[in-house]
């Protein structure tokens, strides 16, 4: 197998498995959380003001007052990092048309320079986030296999696309071959690990803040 | 092109055919300067290739053709006519090319067989087309299989080169389902240099440039790992594109000869193959150096790689799915959803037969027992 036999692998029967495994696996996990259910609370709300859900999805992507000054490096090399892995996802010419493929609409792209700089960005970020991670004690007795794991396979289609754009380490075919990949590896895990915040993040930041808004506690 | 005569392999050097075709020394010499550029050789080259090819006895050349269109000929024999790149050509000795030598049946063969005995372990073979193997008589020359003649031929020759993307790859005849078990030479001869000049037709003056470095140095030029002359296959189409600043700037054609287009925006997304397509278009062009595809509009196809034919659509951007996903992917939500709903009811019945299996525990139980 030559190296355009591997991006014609990786951008067929690969990526057509990486999908449905992925698709299958988000409908699988939405089924499994929204099927869980809770019991009906018979208590009297507290609080009578409705939207208290929808508020906090949105409210909670600020850091409350004091956090950034107690915790600087989560707060902006998290933001860092998650605004340029959006930037580079959706608004990178090539991804853009593969969208465009898979969905039927397209969208206007940013030049490639500038979303080569905020890949760099992301990167940093994310060693930022890992070392963060080693050296606080509370974060690395809360760290599990899974998280290095969600780390890692989010590294690398940053890492392998930035390497295959600047032609570095492998010849551009083999390159891209190995970032789509390791996109498709991504895909794979990601209904199956911490990744799935991806989508369940709007939907526990609806539930805690209607819980709570129920409970009459700022939220 | 001359008959077939053994012959002409002794007569003279490469210098005294061109002064008796009247060439002056500044046209070789110029001519030399551009082929030692293309092969990225400093240009003091430049001299010492016009004193060798010039002193150069004339290269037995035998030229075989299989599995194939006919189009690389087409391509070589259209180099640039009447430049000096035609005149190399025709001053090797090229004594069995069966499309182009005057002489047919039996007297075609002898020639090949004679140039083969008298020139043996000297004489250069060049290849076009690819191998059958599903069945000998799916391509015959003179009622010989193409393995066999192949074969035969590659035994006393002091190289190969392969050329265009049948010879080199298997090609168009080697594309899904392969109907006739198509193959390249390098799959067949494993004791002897090989070339590969790989294209669909290859850059005539690629052709040239690879027999111009053979008659210079007696050996074959640097290669990739795909056997190709680094010189000339070593950058991506992409990268030596006259668009790759738009491509760049996120400035791209949206349909053939749009107005962006013929701005000289990039072509990715009319499916150019460019970025991943290793060969000399954007730099030597085609037709004297007139203008390449991606220059008149069309995105490359990447006909110098290997099964480029099978590498997904030629009009889909590299980064679009090479198949169809849609229809798995329906199956891939009720699927998913049929799971998800399983998982709910074995869920729900563990936390219903804990509930029912909950025992109630009273006071009396609670009080420890006084020791």
Redesign the interface.
Known sequence: MNHLDLLTFARSTALNWALVIFVLGVTLRLFEIFGLGRKTDLAKPRSNSCGNGWRTMFTRSFPPEGMLKRDPVTYIAGYVFHVGLLVVIFLFAPHVEFFRSLLGIGWASLPSALVDALVVAAIVALGVLLAHRLNNPVKRMLSGFGDYLALAVTLLPLLTGYMAYHHLLFEYTLMLALHILSVELLLVLLPFTKLFHTFSVFISRWYNGDIFGRKGVAS | MKQANPQDNQLGTVGEGLEQRGVTRREFLQFCTAITAMLALPPSMAEVMAAAISKAKRQSVIWLSFQECTGCTESITRSHSPTLENLIFDLISLDYHHTLQAASAEAAELSRTQSMKENEGKYLLIVDGSIPMGNPGYSTIAGMSNYGMLVETAKGAAAIVAVGTCATYGGIPKADPNPTGAVSVGDIIKDKPIINVPGCPPIPVVMTGVLAHFLTFGNIPELDN?GRPKSFYGE?I??RCYRRPF????K?AQTFDDEAARKGWCL??LGCKG??TYNACATTKWNDGTSFPIQSGHGCI?CS????W???PLY????????A??S??G???A???A???V??WH??STKSAAKAAHAKVTVQELIREEK
């Open positions: 795909l991506t992409h990268d491509y760049d700037q996120g791209f990715f997304k970025p991943v990447g790689e290997p099964n480029f099978d590498a997904g889909q951007a590299l980064s679009m799915p090479a198949s996903t849609t798995m992917l199956g891939a939500v699927v998913g959803a799971a998800g709903a998982i709910t869920n729900r």
